[in-house]
């Protein structure tokens, strides 16, 4: 039987071709979106690729909700073999200019949704004795940047229960992944909301001349521009989450570009934090 994927925030991004390239791989992919009013891409997609899909509405935030999906996903199908936890929320702002709503918004989808929809799938697959998760964080998961003082915060934190869960899980047969994508041509950029245009390039909002943030804020998104003007497509980045869930050699990190992985290789081994510090202070000023 083929393997039965669950896969979150597909309705666009990296997140449409995951599920695509998952059932291009031979899976029945559980697609899930917030509001199945928005699959019209990925059912496009889908018939392009002469694939089947299973699309079903999925808030990570409804937590009595996700608990009805993966339960009507397991009467369905009777297991449940891989979850790609892909949905996730951008912000820009310095910490200052974040209200604790803000801070929250960005914990309930890239933390504790995550965390939620984690929790849901490992008993069947501990009693299956099987299983792949396969989380997609960021290069922001390993490296705090200006401005995405919220958006890093959520994703360490789910990185850090990702890497204390994995050996654990692993003792039951399941594989526990991270997926650290850099800058990704995708409609993640364009609702990070206020600051970037519907096209996904950073716009500078109108700070006014008394904020003291605005002169490093405007450097700051200047350099987003240049970054996401080469912003590896989601296509690319997807083929490296499909590889994840359905390798017979998993490992814990992965990155889904060679820039991706010398910037998180950055933190990952700068004991001190001066090599990070050092790096993206110049990213908040000009020369």
Same mark, same amino acid.
């Given at each position: 039987?083929?393997?039965?994927?669950? +896969?979150?925030?597909?309705?666009?991004?990296? $997140?449409?071709?995951?599920?695509?390239?998952? %059932?291009?791989?031979?899976?029945?992919?559980?697609?899930?979106?917030?509001?199945?009013? !928005?699959?019209?891409?990925?059912? =496009?997609?889908?018939?392009? =690729?002469?694939?089947?899909?299973?699309?079903? =509405?999925?808030?990570?935030?409804?937590?009595? &909700?996700?608990? !009805?999906?993966?339960?009507?996903?397991?009467?369905?199908? &009777?297991?449940?073999?891989?979850?790609?936890?892909?949905?996730?929320? $951008?912000? +820009?702002?310095? @910490?200052? *200019?974040?209200?604790?709503?803000?801070?929250?918004? *960005?914990?309930?989808?890239?933390?504790?949704?995550?965390?939620?929809?984690?929790?849901?799938?490992?008993?069947?697959?501990?009693? %299956?004795?099987?299983?792949?998760?396969?989380?997609?964080?960021?290069? &922001?998961?390993?490296?705090?940047?200006?401005? %995405?003082?919220?958006?890093? /915060?959520?994703?360490?934190?789910?990185?850090?229960?990702?890497?204390?869960?994995?050996?654990? #899980?692993?003792?039951?047969?399941?594989? +526990?992944?991270?997926?650290?994508?850099?800058?990704? =041509?995708?409609?993640?950029?364009?609702?990070?909301?206020? #600051?970037?245009?519907?096209?996904?390039?950073?716009?500078?909002?109108?700070?006014?001349?008394?904020?003291?943030?605005?002169?490093?804020?405007?450097?700051? @998104?200047?350099?987003? !521009?240049?970054?996401? /003007? /080469?912003?590896?497509?989601?296509?690319?980045? %997807?083929?490296?989450?499909?590889? /994840?869930?359905?390798?017979?050699?998993?490992?814990?990190?992965?990155?889904?570009?060679?820039?991706?992985?010398?910037? +998180?290789? @950055?933190?990952?081994?700068?004991?001190? $934090?001066?090599?990070?510090?050092?790096?993206?202070?110049?990213?908040?000023?000009?020369?």
């Amino acid at each position: 039987m083929p393997q039965i994927a669950v +896969v979150t925030g597909t309705s666009s991004g990296m $997140g449409l071709h995951t599920a695509v390239q998952l %059932a291009t791989a031979g899976a029945t992919v559980v697609a899930t979106l917030r509001d199945p009013a !928005r699959a019209e891409a990925l059912r =496009a997609a889908a018939s392009a =690729a002469e694939v089947r899909l299973d699309i079903r =509405a999925l808030d990570v935030t409804d937590h009595r &909700g996700a608990s !009805r999906c993966i339960e009507d996903v397991l009467a369905t199908y &009777g297991q449940l073999d891989i979850l790609v936890n892909n949905a996730g929320r $951008g912000a +820009v702002a310095s @910490l200052e *200019q974040l209200t604790m709503a803000d801070l929250q918004a *960005q914990l309930d989808v890239n933390y504790l949704g995550v965390a939620a929809l984690t929790k849901l799938v490992l008993a069947p697959m501990r009693l %299956a004795g099987r299983g792949r998760i396969v989380t997609v964080t960021s290069v &922001g998961g390993a490296v705090g940047q200006p401005f %995405a003082d919220a958006y890093c /915060a959520a994703k360490f934190a789910v990185e850090g229960l990702m890497q204390s869960l994995a050996p654990v #899980v692993a003792q039951f047969g399941i594989d +526990v992944s991270l997926v650290e994508p850099g800058a990704v =041509a995708s409609d993640f950029v364009a609702n990070v909301a206020g #600051v970037l245009t519907p096209h996904g390039e950073p716009a500078v909002p109108d700070t006014g001349s008394d904020d003291p943030y605005a002169a490093m804020l405007q450097c700051y @998104l200047a350099r987003s !521009r240049s970054a996401f /003007a /080469a912003a590896q497509s989601p296509a690319d980045a %997807a083929a490296v989450i499909v590889e /994840a869930a359905i390798t017979d050699s998993p490992k814990f990190r992965w990155q889904t570009s060679a820039g991706a992985s010398g910037f +998180v290789g @950055l933190s990952l081994a700068d004991l001190d $934090g001066s090599r990070v510090l050092g790096q993206t202070s110049t990213w908040v000023h000009s020369e």
